[in-house]
């Protein structure tokens, strides 16, 4: 027998108990582990961003537009080799819970813009070809069951009235991180009927899409189209398609805010689950430890003792943990695909569910080692269980 | 070493509770030559336990000398104490104190993962202890399957695994019935004839004490 051997018969004494430590530290920890992979989905567009696009938007602020003749002054920019341009369309699909992205985009620049975005050349090209035509992602597609040629009909809430389209395109992600989830209409088809409906809103898009020749000069030219267009019509703020997603990310901050509180109220709760069984073990084991002191055991003995058990239940319970995050996030995933590009537990997640664990069962044994050391041989030896 | 295996000259031993002295043992002076097996009787609060716990070195006097198995215990500190504990002192006490999730053999063993002893070595000296107490056949047994009589044997074999020099015996029969009793005094008895072990027994009955060989009382902290 070693030392272990009664560090592990010790942490199943109490059966039940112990397994309802367990399951409550690994339901915690499954808990964490989704929040944490919840917020790192949020974050997934700003991850997906690519380094050598700029983006130009009003410096006002994002919900006002610039005018569409600055697209002409931007080529002309040094370091800038490509511009697009796009709105936001804000329709609603039957009825708003329904939510998805919709774009107006330049139909010329708007692959050459985002290579991430593959549509089939035949598919495109009808695109380019009808003024009512939309690429929409896989996902989307999935989603609502559409498929190439079905007419959708939105209801404008930026734009009033009704909007009538036909899918034409399909497109998928070049990588797993790649949004398949947006409905990309043209913006000339939005512009023309505009134009017509409210004449005062015509000729403006919602942010510029300019793509650098080299990405390290990013900050560089950023300030340089900002300078060009200080004191005109439309003042211009341009950062990097990363902190353009990033500001749109923080517009929800007080939700991640909140939820990274819980997630660090949810390692509280583990703690005290199972500090509290910790201490009840080492109450009730008093007289024990006296007792293994009186053949001649040693203060770091018990702390071996203490720690060892702690540390088993916290393991096992952060084992049993992410077993039920690598089951219930594909449960996740699927329920929420629409929402998120990618939900899924990364092995960092999961590292870090096992250390939280594991920092978990060293704090818990705290008080129960001090408690324990503190006491005399005499004393406990005098606790009758 | 000298031939007494316990020697106490002038021991004072108190207790403070909030500044307040309570006496328990009042200058007590005692030697035990080796291989004697002595029974200390008293009422209840006499201060036998308090004793006890001084020659086992798990408690420490207010003032005194007190030597045990040759060594002027007062004088070592925490660490030095528990290893002369693990090699000179086998403890047997009223509730035997064995550990619940241990086998009789593990419950024995216990002492032997101080020492350096090779796992099969250990194994020979727990199957050596358990044969004396008569338990060889329950070694797989754990306390809760084993009677009072032989948990306390059990506890027995665990004060002897590692041939202490001196057995101290808390009130042993005390949880026990009549027959019970009997058996363990028998043990007892035999490791002070056969195997030479120095015994000081605690207890409140006098047939065990009259299996001893020399009697003492305690009364009201005085050894008479
Ligand atoms: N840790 C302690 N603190 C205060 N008083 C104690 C302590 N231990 C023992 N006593 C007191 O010392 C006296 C003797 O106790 P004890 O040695 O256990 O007696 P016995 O074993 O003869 O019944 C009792 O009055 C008891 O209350
Ligand atoms: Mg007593």
């Known amino acids: 027998m070693k030392v272990f051997k009664l560090i592990f018969k010790n942490s199943v004494r109490h059966r039940l108990r112990t397994i309802l430590t367990i399951l409550g530290l690994a339901l915690a920890v499954m808990a964490f582990g989704l929040i944490r992979t919840f917020i790192k989905a949020w974050y997934a567009g700003a991850d997906a961003a690519s380094p050598d696009r700029l983006i130009t938007r009003s410096s006002v ?46 139909p010329e620049t708007f692959l050459k813009m985002y290579p991430e975005y593959i549509v089939p050349a035949d598919q495109y ?74 004449p005062g809103r015509a000729g403006q898009i919602g942010w510029y899409v300019l793509k650098m020749d080299n990405p390290a000069r990013a900050a560089e030219i950023s300030k340089a189209v900002d300078a060009h267009f200080k ?43 199972l500090a509290n069984t910790m201490a009840m073990t080492a109450r009730e084991r008093v007289s024990e430890h006296a007792f293994l002191r009186t053949l001649g055991f040693r203060k770091y003995h018990l702390f071996g003792l203490i720690l060892g058990e702690s540390l088993i239940i916290a393991f096992i319970g952060g084992l049993i943990g992410i077993l039920l995050l690598s089951i219930v996030e594909n449960v996740v995933a699927v329920a929420i695909k629409q929402f998120f590009p990618s939900f899924s537990a990364d092995l960092i997640t999961y590292f870090t569910c096992m250390a939280t664990a594991f920092i978990v069962g060293i704090g818990a044994s705290i008080f129960p080692i001090q408690r324990a050391m503190r006491i005399k041989i005499v004393d406990g030896l005098r606790v009758v269980d | 070493m000298s031939d007494s295996m316990v020697n106490i000259f002038g ?30 009787m008293g009422p209840s609060g006499s201060g036998k336990t308090t004793l006890l716990n001084l020659l086992a070195g ?43 999730v241990l086998t009789a053999f593990e419950n024995v063993e216990l002492p032997l993962l101080l020492t350096k002893l090779t796992k099969k070595e250990r194994k ?21 399957q084993l009677s009072g009589g032989q948990e306390q044997r059990v506890a027995i074999a665990r004060a002897i695994v590692t041939d202490p020099s ?56 005085e050894l008479d």
């Not at chain 1, 002409?72 to 080799?81: A, F, P, T, V, Y």
């Not at chain 1, 690429?135 to 559409?146: P, V």
């Not at chain 1, 939105?154 to 790649?178: A, C, H, M, Q, S």
């Not at chain 2, 006097?61 to 104490?81: C, D, H, M």
């Open chain 2, 166 to 221: 001196l057995i101290l015996a808390d009130e042993p029969t005390g949880d026990l019935d009549k027959h019970s009793a009997e058996e363990i005094m028998i043990l007892l008895t035999r490791l002070n004839q056969e195997f030479k072990k120095t015994i000081v027994m605690v207890t409140h009955d006098p047939r065990a004490a009259e299996k001893a060989k020399i009697v003492r009382h305690l009364d009201k902290g």
């Open chain 1, 61 to 106: 602020s994002i919900v006002f537009t610039l005018p569409i003749s600055y697209k002409e002054q931007l080529m002309k920019m040094d370091g800038i080799s490509d511009v697009s341009y796009a709105n936001w369309f804000g329709g609603i699909y039957i009825d708003p819970k329904n939510f998805f992205a919709q774009f107006a985009v330049e």
């Open chain 1, 231 to 273: 004191n005109s019509l439309a003042e211009t703020l341009t950062e990097t398609e990363k902190e353009f997603q990033m500001s749109f990310i923080q517009m929800a901050g007080a939700i991640i805010i909140g939820l990274r509180v819980i997630s660090y109220l949810i390692i509280g709760v583990i703690l005290l689950v």
């Open chain 1, 125 to 198: 090209q009808a695109f380019l070809q009808e003024r009512k035509a939309v690429i929409i992602g896989r996902r989307l597609a999935d989603r609502f069951g559409w498929k190439i040629g079905d007419p959708v009909s939105l209801t404008g809430t930026i734009y009033p009235g009704n909007w009538d389209f036909v899918i034409r395109g399909i497109y998928t992600g070049k990588e797993d991180i790649t949004d398949e989830t947006i409905f990309v209409m043209r913006f000339d088809y939005l512009d023309e009927v505009i134009r017509r409906d409210m």
């Open chain 2, 11 to 40: 021991l004072y031993k108190s207790y403070y509770r909030d500044s307040l002295e309570i006496p328990v043992l009042r200058n007590i002076s005692l030697k035990i030559p080796e291989g004697e097996f002595l029974a200390l």
């Open chain 2, 58 to 100: 798990i408690d420490q006097p207010t003032s005194g000398t007190l030597s045990v198995a040759g060594e002027e215990i007062s004088q070592l500190n925490e660490n030095e104490l528990a290893k002369w504990r693990s090699r000179h002192i086998g403890f047997i006490f009223q509730f035997y104190n064995l550990m619940p």
């Open chain 2, 124 to 144: 020979e000296h727990v199957e050596t202890a358990l044969s004396i107490v008569g338990l060889a056949e329950r070694m797989k047994h754990y306390p809760r």
